[in-house]
């Protein structure tokens, strides 16, 4: 479980970190223009981390799955070897979608407007600015981004369709809370996850909905990457007695 998170917690660094310095070195010089080649290389490193996101929270459920489901044949089903295997695939995905993308966008030409209505390079983006035809990006991404969404989502969803089936069966009420509560950080991480995406990339954009577009590029690429760990962190017990002796002796110095 700590090897997925992790993972996950260095791919929420990477991708903000494809941003975040580039947008604040903009606000600080008032500068708002980017190279083409510098462009494409940020769009390049985004989709490639987020893509592989997707699949290590798919490889996440499976965990919690086996978690509570088979907990007693965890250690053997979840070996090192095992994770180790989930965790090349996901990183080789994500190498891959990210790549196809890439190599597609090379073949854009821009002739008229200039002016990315976000505050960094995406794909989408990039597609509305080019003057060449676009169809075999538009497709590529359409049958490449929603399959992979509809691949990762179902991966996703299936395990705790299980795990709930578990759950139900279980007398206890103890029993029943302390396996929701193992789920409960990835169901809420998914959820943010997954709900900017669906909008960003799924809601036709319009000039209407640049502004809340941009903000909600914002929340998916440094709001989420930041609270994941924070999400996380609230169910570990000896973090959350920290939290609280930090608390008292800070009133207490103040008192």
Same mark, same amino acid.
């Given at each position: !479980? ?10 929420? !660094? ?5 941003? =975040?310095?580039? !947008? ?5 010089? +008032? ?9 494409? #290389? ?5 989709? $490639?981390?987020?893509?592989?996101? &997707? ?9 919690? *799955? ?23 695939? =996901?990183?080789?995905?994500?190498? @891959? ?8 966008? &090379? ?6 407007? %200039? ?13 509305? @600015?080019?003057? #060449?035809?676009?169809?075999?990006n538009f497709m590529v991404a359409f049958v490449a981004g929603g399959g992979l969404g509809m691949v990762a989502f179902t991966m996703t969803v299936l395990p705790y369709v299980q795990i709930i089936s578990t759950v139900f069966k279980i007398k206890s ?8 509560? #193992?789920? #409960?950080?990835?169901?809420? =991480?998914?959820?943010? /996850? $997954? ?5 960003? $990339? ?5 000039? *209407? ?12 690429? =440094?709001? %989420?990457? /930041? @609270? %994941?760990?924070?999400?996380?962190? @609230?169910?570990? +017990? ?18």
């Amino acid at each position: !479980m700590y090897f997925f998170l992790g993972n996950l917690a260095f791919l929420d !660094m990477s991708y903000s970190s494809v941003t =975040v310095p580039r !947008m604040l070195s903009d606000f600080i010089s +008032k500068s708002t223009t980017i190279s083409y080649p510098a462009c494409i #290389t940020q769009m390049f490193f985004f989709i $490639y981390f987020a893509s592989a996101e &997707l699949f290590l929270l798919a490889a996440m459920s499976y965990d919690r *799955y086996v978690a509570v489901c088979h907990p007693l044949h965890y250690i053997q089903i979840m070996s090192w070897k095992v994770c180790a295997q989930m965790i090349s695939v =996901v990183w080789i995905f994500g190498l @891959l979608y990210s790549l196809m993308h890439t190599l597609f966008s &090379l073949r854009l030409t821009f002739c008229n407007s %200039n002016i990315i209505h976000n505050f960094f390079c995406d794909l989408p983006n990039l597609l509305h @600015l080019s003057c #060449t035809d676009t169809f075999i990006n538009f497709m590529v991404a359409f049958v490449a981004g929603g399959g992979l969404g509809m691949v990762a989502f179902t991966m996703t969803v299936l395990p705790y369709v299980q795990i709930i089936s578990t759950v139900f069966k279980i007398k206890s009420i103890d029993g029943k809370r302390k396996a929701f509560s #193992t789920c #409960t950080s990835h169901i809420t =991480v998914v959820s943010t /996850f $997954y709900g900017s995406i669906i909008f960003i $990339y799924f809601v036709p954009t319009t000039s *209407y909905l640049f502004v809340l577009n941009s903000l909600l590029s914002v929340i998916y690429s =440094v709001i %989420n990457p /930041f @609270l %994941n760990p924070l999400i996380y962190s @609230l169910k570990n +017990k000896d973090l959350i007695y920290a939290f609280k002796r930090v608390s008292l002796s800070t009133l207490r110095c103040r008192l």
